[in-house]
């Protein structure tokens, strides 16, 4: 089949109506809103515009069907995500058009995520029978204490745009395998990857009201009153950290259980004695993966003096080499940003960056449309007053500064806000292991520019958030302890 055959086919068959209890419908309102290709600016569907009624709607299917859903066999959990994980295997490229003409990311990128985002289902699947607890004898050996683990109850999900399906199924996963149900709200910017995989798993068995899902352009005023809903018992957020802190504030009310996966600005630092070459590739990973446009992304680099102008060189040539266009185009490797706001913003941290006295070592620029194309952009001897090393770039703009010593290189890795992930190049062990112990952050990528595994715990620390998702601490999440104190 033809891109266009498949474009053509993927949007005839995606569904764009709320999914609540088992069925599509429209929103209570009868409103729907345009989903935009990023790279055209053109609609490519209309989809169901839900509100706060919707969301309660959702929200009492979730609750109706939590009792089944827990007392249901984990075996059995664990197997419709296994049974999903193949079917998205199986339709990868269909399901890679899709996201690549909501999202705009290459069709590379795009099946690169669809099969992480698969990844977590089958991680989970695995992890669904291995939900245990524990029996100990009293210290004083008098009586015994009795551990178990319980699905929380019905969640609320709200995940942003930039990985339009992997945000999801990293809370997906989890919570299925745990035994709990779920509301999810996916980006307005980017529904249909979600809705799309909403009709998989229901062919895959997973049972009415257990995924709700309903899409809005009123993000506040329709999760609101769920928050506020006392039925509900965890909020899992991924997303900006402002709303993120708006969300925790609203959680307070009913002391919901809550995860945050917020915003990073990543440092990436290059010591003299790495690998130069392993340095230059990490670095084009871990900042151009999705156009930029990922929590991950390495906001700067903090390279050694002795070998910044190497480094500097070699990575403009990488990224002025790289193809930027439609992402259903054959050898395209750099999409257009999500909108016009955020094109304005890369380049307005790219123009003050430039008036401090930054260097553009190539790009530096937004490029012709239709569509919000960005230059991939390399900046030399960017000054600290610069707000692009303190803000989250979100863009394929590559800020590189010197240092000069390990403890300035730390100090400078750690001055922010943020502590998702960090980037180290070294060759030398000692150092390694020294640096990653004073780095303030969730994940360390040691000599490798991606972190990203469902089988490890993804999460950061200072204001990128809290929880894990992932890993054997991502079913955690939802699953609440209870002891019993046994009298013999
Ligand atoms: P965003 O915070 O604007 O939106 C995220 C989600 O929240 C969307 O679904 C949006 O509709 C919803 N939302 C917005 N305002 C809301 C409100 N008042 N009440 C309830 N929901 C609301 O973020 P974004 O622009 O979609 O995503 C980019 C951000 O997400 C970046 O900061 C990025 O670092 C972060 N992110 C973090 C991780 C992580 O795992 N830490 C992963 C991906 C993205």
């Known amino acids: 089949m033809t891109d266009t055959a498949l474009e053509t086919k993927v949007l005839a068959g995606v569904p764009t109506q709320l999914f609540i209890g088992g069925t599509w419908r429209d929103g209570a309102k009868g409103r729907t809103f345009g989903v935009e290709d990023p790279s055209t600016g053109k609609t490519l569907v209309q989809v169901s515009d839900g509100d706060a009624d919707d969301a309660l709607a959702a929200l009492d299917a979730a ?12 075996r059995q959990r664990g197997e419709i995500l296994r049974r999903t994980y193949e ?26 995520e669809i099969r992480y985002a698969a990844d977590f289902l089958r991680w989970f699947s695995e992890e669904a029978v291995r939900v245990d607890g524990r029996y100990t004898a009293e210290p ?14 019905p969640c609320l999900f709200i995940t942003p745009w930039n990985f339009p399906m992997a945000m999801g199924t990293r809370k997906l996963g989890p919570a299925f395998a745990a035994g709990c149900t779920v509301v999810m709200k996916p980006a307005d910017l980017t529904p249909l990857s979600m809705l799309a995989l909403t009709n998989i798993l229901h062919e895959c068995g997973l049972p009415p009201g257990v995924l709700n899902v309903v899409t809005t352009t009123d993000a506040g005023g329709t999760t609101g009153p769920v928050i506020a809903d006392p039925r509900l018992r965890k909020l899992s957020f991924t997303g900006s950290t402002p709303v993120g802190k708006r969300l925790m504030a609203a959680a307070s009310e009913q002391v919901l259980r809550v995860s945050m996966e917020l915003g ?9 004695d790495a690998d130069l070459d392993a340095a230059v590739d990490g670095a084009v990973e871990a900042k151009m993966r999705n156009i930029g446009e990922a929590c991950t992304a390495a906001n700067r680099f903090h390279v050694h003096r002795s070998v910044i102008q190497d480094f500097s060189e070699r990575l403009a040539k990488r990224l002025a080499a790289m193809k930027v266009g439609r992402g259903t185009e054959d050898g395209v490797e750099v999409g257009p940003l999500i909108e016009e706001k955020a094109r304005q913003k890369v380049r307005s941290l790219v123009d003050d960056a430039v008036s401090a006295g930054a260097k553009v070592l190539t790009g530096g620029g937004a490029l012709d449309g239709p569509g919000y194309f960005y230059a991939p952009t390399v900046l030399g001897e960017v000054p600290d007053r610069a707000r692009l090393l303190r803000e989250e770039i979100f863009g394929p703009v590559a800020p590189v500064v010197a240092f000069d010593s ?4 730390i100090s400078a890795a750690n001055a922010t806000e943020f502590g998702l992930v960090a980037y180290l190049y070294t060759s030398d062990f000692s150092r390694a292991l020294r640096v990653t112990e004073a780095l303030e952050v969730g994940m360390v990528g040691l000599n490798q520019g991606l972190v990203s595994n469902p089988a490890a715990p993804f999460g950061g620390v200072k204001q990128s958030g809290f929880g894990r998702e992932g890993g054997r601490e991502g079913i955690d999440e939802y699953l609440n302890v209870k002891y019993v104190a046994v009298h013999l």
């Open 63 to 74: 609750t109706q069907a939590q009792a089944d859903w827990a007392a249901t066999p984990s």
């Open 87 to 112: 079917t998205i295997i199986a339709r990868q490229d269909e399901l890679a058009m899709l996201m690549t003409l909501e999202m705009g990311k290459p069709l590379s990128g795009s099946v690169g």
């Open 140 to 153: 004083n050996g008098n009586g015994r204490l009795l551990v178990m683990r319980q699905p929380v109850g």
């Open 264 to 272: 990073g600005n990543a440092p990436f630092v290059v010591f003299p």
């Open 406 to 409: 390990e403890e300035e290189a």
